[in-house]
């Protein structure tokens, strides 16, 4: 207990005086820096800072980005410095901004304060407007709204398509699609998979049984709504897990249609959601043909 | 209170065979229709999937799951001659769980599917040839119980770190099913692979009954009854790491069953351990059958893990044996 504290200490000290050093040295060189060096602790804000930054302005993003299946700009990730979500990783950078997410421990949060680091805190969007509110802050804060504002217009564009093709038939003539996450975890109402099911043209079965998200779909109360549609992520199984066995269950086989995401498409919420809702409609126009 | 061991017997299968039946058709929730009206009424595909591919392989197992920890218990507690020698508290449960984690994250059992229940009876195999080992001759209670502490710590920390190596993220937050057994949503598949070599299991240990009656007098008074006791301890040893590492690798460990279900029938058996042995099935399997039907009634978000009941109902027992065997030692 004492070792840890003072060995802690330690580090406050040793991260105080190279801090100092760098601003110093900051002051001798005189020049104003001119691109904003940004590093991210979470993975949902690495995933929108590759996305919206120029590469230079990059200076960490965490390990979890090198994982297609958890980020889509896993091979971009890679060229970065990467660090484990903690403060201490980049305190050796020289950096401008740190951008933390809802998985960001306070304790990371609290030290970045006190070393007066700019910070950015921007939680999980749980809408497609959070989402947008998400990517404007960032923009606005990296200095990249033009490129923002343009990926929205298109985001919204294309979702605009989709809502008017849907709207061709009636919304209580619908099919029912369910996702099904590993584990059996579904989603349900006031979620950002919800809302791309609307603009794609299905009803969410789970909010027939009032399931919420991250709530289990029974298997016997998946088999007696009968969906039409059962939307999985694409399974990487090299090595398996119990929870991903549960979707080759002998009594799941052939019930429904089934409709694969890659699990990084909606691991983190980014403007190529309109591509996931455009996919599924693609599927519901499958669905009536047959 | 004295009942024939015919008796007994009867009362205890009857009861084993209600619970399977009960549990058969239990309606998932409150809104849901009985099944079995469901399947007489109307030729209705949904609830005949419902019953032939999640109700009777869930069913099932917990009935053949049930019978082999209760025959496991009273064949281990023969052979060590040890009252508190249970799958789950000495670590041969937990050596399964190992063994099975192995075949099943390695990718192994997604070849061939059989790893997984072979994984786990070679990991239960070899927890229960240590422990004779050690524990074998005439050890006292702590010897066996502190090899048992030991055994499970290993086997624990192994598969936690089996799980954590695994790349698939999934992995680590699955020791709970390792650790606490659950019969959720099971398929015949796994009836299939883990029941036929419970079944040969079941046939060891029956086989080798006869021959604990005599043991139980003495091994030297068994040889001069025409025992040959290497054999007799090859097939209880063989049969218990049979039926617990084939049920563990699909059920996860499932605890206190085997401990429980034969000390509250050896008085009723007349100590016999032949007749213990078969009482103890049929009670594994009834208490086994009766926990899987509170899981499910119990209201939780998430449904409560099977080893949850077993060990509250349990531990509390071995916490009980220990004071009466202090008793007996003072």
């Not at chain 1, 003072?6 to 060189?29: D, F, K, P, Q, W």
């Not at chain 1, 030290?111 to 923009?139: G, P, V």
């Not at chain 2, 065979?17 to 099944?35: D, H, Q, R």
Request: proline share 5%; hydrophobic share 50%.
């Amino acid at each position: 207990m004492g070792i840890s504290a003072i060995s802690r200490l330690g580090l406050y000290i040793v991260v105080a005086a190279m801090a100092m050093s760098s601003a110093a040295t900051n002051e001798n060189v005189g020049a104003p820096a001119t691109t904003l060096r940004i590093a991210s602790l979470n993975l949902c804000t690495d995933t929108l800072l590759l996305q919206y930054a120029d590469p230079e302005q990059i200076a960490s993003v965490t390990w979890l980005s090198s994982d297609p299946n958890l980020s889509p700009f896993a091979a971009y990730a890679r060229t970065f410095h990467r660090n484990q979500g903690r403060a201490e990783g980049i305190l050796r950078r020289p950096i401008d901004l740190v951008l933390t997410g809802p998985t960001t421990s306070t304790a990371t949060r609290a030290m970045l304060k006190r070393m007066e680091i700019a910070t950015l805190h921007l939680d999980d969007a749980n809408s497609i407007d959070a989402l947008s509110r998400n990517i404007r802050r960032l923009t606005q804060a990296i200095g990249q709204t033009t490129r923002g504002d343009e990926s929205l217009q298109l985001m919204y564009n294309t979702l605009a398509k989709l809502a008017r093709g849907s709207k061709e038939t009636a919304k209580d003539q619908w099919p029912y699609a369910a996702f099904i996450q590993p584990n059996g975890l579904t989603v349900g109402q006031g979620s950002l998979s919800d809302e791309l099911l609307h603009y794609a043209g299905f009803r969410n079965a789970a909010t027939l049984l009032g399931l919420r998200t991250y709530q289990r779909f029974p298997l016997e109360s998946l088999l007696r709504v009968r969906p039409d549609l059962l939307i999985v992520q694409t399974q990487h199984r090299r090595y398996p897990s119990l929870a991903q066995e549960l979707l080759r269950h002998p009594a799941l086989v052939g019930t429904a249609l089934r409709h694969e995401i890659q699990p990084s498409a909606l691991m983190c919420a980014t403007t190529s959601i309109a591509d996931v809702a455009v996919a599924l409609a693609t599927t519901r126009q499958r669905l009536g043909r047959l | 209170m004295k009942v024939g061991f015919t008796k007994l017997l009867l009362l205890l299968a009857t009861t084993m065979l209600s619970l399977f039946c009960l549990s058969l058709i239990l309606p998932s929730s409150f809104a849901e229709p009985f099944l079995l009206l469901e399947l007489l009424s109307k030729d209705s595909d949904i609830a005949r999937t419902i019953f032939l591919e999640l109700r009777i392989p869930r069913t099932s197992l917990a009935l053949i799951v049930g019978a082999s920890l209760g025959l496991a218990g009273a064949a281990m507690q023969g052979l060590l001659r040890n009252p508190l020698a249970e799958p789950g508290v000495v670590g041969v449960s937990g050596s399964a769980a190992l063994g099975a984690t192995l075949a099943f994250y390695s990718g192994l059992a997604s070849i061939m599917p059989l790893a997984l229940p072979l994984g786990g009876i070679a990991g239960a195999l070899l927890a229960v040839i240590l422990l004779f080992t050690i524990a074998g001759k005439r050890a006292g209670i702590a010897t066996l119980l502190l090899a048992g502490i030991a055994i499970n710590a290993i086997a624990g920390a192994l598969t936690a770190l089996v799980l954590n190596l695994s790349p698939n993220p999934f992995a680590a937050m699955e020791i709970i099913f390792w650790q606490m057994g659950s019969l959720a949503d099971r398929s015949l598949l796994h009836l299939q692979l883990a029941g036929p070599l419970m079944l040969i299991g079941w046939a060891l240990i029956l086989l080798a009954a006869p021959a604990t009656r005599a043991l139980s007098l003495g091994e030297a008074t068994a040889v001069s009854l025409g025992i040959n006791i290497r054999n007799t301890q090859v097939k209880i040893i063989g049969g218990t790491a049979l039926c617990v590492g084939a049920g563990v690798a699909v059920t996860g460990v499932i605890g206190f069953v085997g401990l429980v279900v034969p000390h509250l029938l050896r008085k009723l058996c007349n100590n016999d351990p032949a007749q213990l042995l078969l009482a103890s099935a049929a009670g594994g399997a009834s208490l086994l059958l009766a926990a899987d039907i509170a899981v499910r009634c119990i209201p939780a978000s998430a449904e409560l893990k099977l080893g949850v009941i077993t060990a509250l109902l349990g531990a509390p027992f071995f916490l009980y044996l220990i004071f009466q065997l202090r008793k007996l030692e003072q």
